[in-house]
């Protein structure tokens, strides 16, 4: 019975330190990634969204995209290691869909509008 326990006890010390190295992995890219909200004030129907939404994801960096049509913003989530704000508001008004940031995490980054 005792060498039951031994085992028992290995067995969850070894998937202890696993679970550790594989968190150790993500880490850093969860740091890189960030969300910002753009605010889109020209979509007017409702396949402006779709296509918002595909210009972002288009770009290399872009992790997740959300386009509302209701309060006519776009929260995007990117690579700030691969892709800079000003990238992302470009590709809209190159869509045909200027923006903004709504909210700005990080100014220095803001260009294009």
Known sequence: ????????????????????????????VLKNNETITL????MTCGSCPIII??????????KHVAVDFR??????TYDKQKIAIKDLTKATKNAGYPSTVKND?????????
């Open 39 to 42: 605010s889109v004030p020209s």
């Open 53 to 62: 939404k595909k210009a972002l994801n288009k770009l290399n960096g872009v």
């Open 105 to 113: 995490p990080s100014p220095a980054n803001v260009g294009a509008k």
């Open 71 to 76: 309060s006519q913003t776009a929260v995007v």
């Open 1 to 28: 019975m005792e060498k039951f326990g031994i085992t028992i006890f290995a067995l969850f010390g070894a998937l202890f330190l696993f679970c550790c190295s594989i968190n150790s992995f993500a880490s850093p």
